[in-house]
């Protein structure tokens, strides 16, 4: 066996020369993490475990294998699928504390999905929009729309599940309205691209910041629209149907019938909503990884970056600027949509509040704390901050005050730095400012960004426009 | 032989400034044009409206059997013109293959559906894509250096880049501006040969903004000069070389006079 092993080795020299790099890099970086996390009193069973299968998925240089890089991704895969199983046996991080619900890793996986999106349109087609959250809110109200009791004169049930069927309004099964919503979505993408997408750069920029100010106004102001109410105004559309998969299926192979109502126990966890949220949200982000690279790596794909290179040359290569910008908007509300519609049903509802500019701007950070037009950077970026934004900053805020601050003056405090507890919630988009300027300074390419982007930040792109292209 | 391309009272103004002014042009089939004249004659911006990235003033502009006056460049591409930039102008963080890929677009049809479900026949066309394009790359001299990014290849490759890829939109007229500047005189040499290969096997029509006389004179079938505009001469090399108006406007009007 061992000798099998060894001669193995030699047939491979690549991986073993890059297994004890990641081997030495892993002892040092690893092994002081460990020693903080051991300190800070987090020692316990799950520590270990996870030390372990982090090591097994770093160390052996699966990327030189054939195939190899396919253990990395589905181990990963692995490892959050059987999330909520173990999420409560976990540690407590220092400083970070708590490791995220799964609730907020619902909210987590929704982000990263609508990162993912904007990446198509930001990342590849290098088309700066500052309103992506246009798509967001057309997708979820499209969810509120056929799938809620706000059209109460209309009386359609189609595969809804949990709702009586003498309610008022339109139910569709919420399976086929994330389709609808992606469709539509990805028509009024094209719509608004079309006036748009003739300009470029900072005036394109601009444009688009406009859309995101006007749909949420729409949103806002739309329960009197030449005499129809669309949206509910400020009050919004609620409740909204639940997804589910209906009595039939359930008895027939087992699948949840109403997502609700649902609650059983597997492995010693009971499983509710939240989990079926959670992995059906995965399931989402999986479709559109998929997507995403196959799109990267296409004619379409090629012709987004070399738009992003340089415009004039891609025209002139025979590149129709005009229709293969107008796919990435629509690729990108394609996904939007989709998030925008599930994140609809997953709250129960809609409401003009949540598609201010600052989402669009928080979307974008995502993009570009990951790494504009890599994949797994933006699933970083975008899960970072959205954990950020939903438990990480309390977690911090908590962990200051209890050490610094006089209000809650305990045992933990250290030095009493301020009077009054800071609520560092509250100064999120500060927060997310600075981290946006750091990005910038020091690693403008993003966390993990792709080859091409950093030369691109490095080196600068030829994209200023020589001559009056029309397009 | 027939005429490829026809322009007839071409105009370009640019605010006051006339940049292009009533030009009449052709380029006869499978033969190598030459266009030259002093500085700012007025030559890449007639280039520029051929291929589609100026839109000109006046006159009209017919290739192939079709008008072309003020399409976009994509629609002219397709119709089989393609050309290469003064300035190199690749793709500098695309790889040699990527390149010219790129430049096979409008010839390939895979739309976003069919590229996300990867259907056979899309995976077909993207393998013969591949394997045309590899071929193009070792046709232009690159063999070997189709994973390479284009901004790391050396100068004379980044020229040869760029016709590999103006090549892969299958031209029927392929447009070079100045493509041995830079050059020392070995590559002149090697890519007035090249060019010359591309008229002979594979029955290209060209047309081609120069300055160095000894491969404009050594090449083209025809010479066209243009100065502040307009034109002041056309013929074969020896006609060109012994026009007054052409000995003028590059020495001056003195120059003349003193023979």
């Not at chain 1, 949220?277 to 004619?299: E, G, I, P, Y």
């Not at chain 2, 007025?42 to 399409?71: C, E, Q, S, W």
């Not at chain 2, 120069?210 to 083209?220: A, L, N, P, Q």
Request: charged share 20%; hydrophobic share 45%.
């Amino acid at each position: 066996m061992r000798d099998r092993f060894r001669k193995w080795l030699k047939a491979h020299p690549e991986f073993e020369r890059e297994a004890r790099r990641r081997a030495k890099r892993a002892l040092i970086v690893g092994g002081i993490a460990f020693l903080i996390l051991a300190v800070t009193g987090a020692a316990s069973f799950a520590l270990i475990w996870l030390t372990a299968v982090a090591l097994a998925l770093y160390v052996p240089a699966w990327g030189t294998l054939k195939h190899g890089s396919w253990v990395v991704v589905l181990g990963v895969l692995a490892l959050v699928a059987m999330y909520p199983f173990y999420q409560a046996n976990l540690f407590q991080m220092p400083i970070f504390g708590e490791f995220p619900s799964v609730d907020t890793g619902v909210t987590m996986l929704i982000f990263i999905m609508m990162a993912l999106g904007l990446n198509i349109v930001v990342g590849y087609a290098g088309l700066l929009d500052l309103g992506y959250v246009a798509f967001y809110a057309m997708g979820a109200y499209t969810a509120a729309w056929f799938a809620s009791q706000h059209f109460s004169s209309a009386n359609l049930h189609l595969g809804s599940v949990g709702i009586n069927p003498n309610t008022p309004g339109i139910h569709i099964s919420i399976w086929i309205v994330l389709f609808i919503a992606a469709v539509f979505t990805s028509m009024v993408g094209i719509i608004i691209g079309f006036p748009t997408l003739r300009l470029r750069g900072d005036y394109l920029a601009i444009v688009t910041l406009g859309f995101g100010e006007i749909m949420p106004q729409i949103a806002r102001n739309g329960d009197h629209l030449f005499g129809k109410n669309l949206t509910n105004g400020p009050q919004g559309i609620n409740p909204i149907d639940p997804p589910g998969f209906g009595d039939n299926l359930h008895s027939a192979v087992g699948l949840p019938s109403d997502y609700l109502t649902f609650n059983k126990t597997i492995l010693g966890t009971s499983i509710s909503s939240v989990q079926l949220f959670f992995w059906t949200a995965l399931l989402l982000v999986l479709f559109t990884v998929f997507c995403s690279v196959r799109l990267r790596d296409s004619r379409l794909g090629r012709a987004w970056i070399a738009i992003r290179e340089d415009e004039t040359a891609a025209a002139a290569m025979g590149v129709p600027l005009m229709r293969t910008k107008t796919w990435a908007y629509a690729a990108g509300a394609f996904f939007g949509g989709i998030a925008g519609a599930y994140y609809a049903s997953f709250k129960s509802g809609t409401f003009p509040d949540d598609f201010f500019f600052n989402i669009s701007i928080f979307i974008l950070c995502m993009v570009i704390l990951g790494g504009m037009g890599n994949i797994w950077g933006v699933i970083l970026g975008g899960g970072f901050l959205a954990y950020l934004n939903q438990e990480g900053l309390g977690n911090i805020g908590g962990w200051l005050n209890q050490h610094f601050s006089a209000q809650s003056k305990s045992a933990d405090t250290w030095i009493t730095l301020w009077h009054s507890d800071i609520d560092v919630p509250l100064y999120q988009y500060g927060i997310f400012g600075v981290i946006l300027v750091l990005v910038m300074l020091f690693r403008p390419e993003g966390l993990i960004p792709s080859s091409r982007r950093k030369a691109e930040f490095r080196e600068g792109v030829a994209d200023e426009p020589l001559y009056d292209v029309q397009q | 032989m027939s005429d490829l391309l026809v322009a007839e009272g071409v105009e370009k103004r640019f605010g006051g400034l006339v940049a292009v002014n009533n030009v009449d042009f052709t380029i006869p089939e499978q033969s190598i044009v030459s266009l030259i004249g002093p500085n700012g004659a007025g030559k890449t911006t007639f280039f520029n409206m051929l291929t589609g990235v100026y839109k000109p003033t006046a006159g009209r502009i017919v290739f192939d059997g079709h008008d072309v006056t003020a399409k976009p460049p994509h629609v002219i591409t397709r119709r089989g013109i393609g050309r290469t930039f003064q300035n190199i102008r690749l793709f500098q963080n695309m790889t040699a293959l990527e390149n010219t890929l790129v430049g096979m677009h409008c010839r390939l049809s895979g739309g976003i559906v069919r590229s996300v479900l990867r259907t056979p026949g899309l995976k077909r066309e993207e393998r013969d894509a591949h394997k045309r394009a590899l071929e193009l790359l070792e046709f232009s001299g690159l063999r070997g250096h189709d994973d390479e990014f284009a901004r790391n290849l050396s100068y004379g490759d980044q020229r040869r880049l760029e016709v590999a890829r103006a090549l892969a939109t299958e031209p029927k007229l392929v447009l070079l501006d100045e493509p041995t500047a830079g050059m020392n005189p070995q590559e002149t040499a090697d890519f007035t040969s090249f060019v010359s290969k591309l008229r002979d096997e594979e029955k290209l029509t060209i047309l081609l903004i120069e300055h160095d006389m000894r491969v404009v004179m050594g090449i083209s079938d025809r010479v066209t000069v243009l100065d502040y505009g307009e034109k002041i001469a056309q013929g074969t090399p020896q006609e060109v070389q012994k026009d007054e108006r052409v000995i003028e406007a590059y020495l001056g009007s003195g120059a003349v006079a003193a023979e």
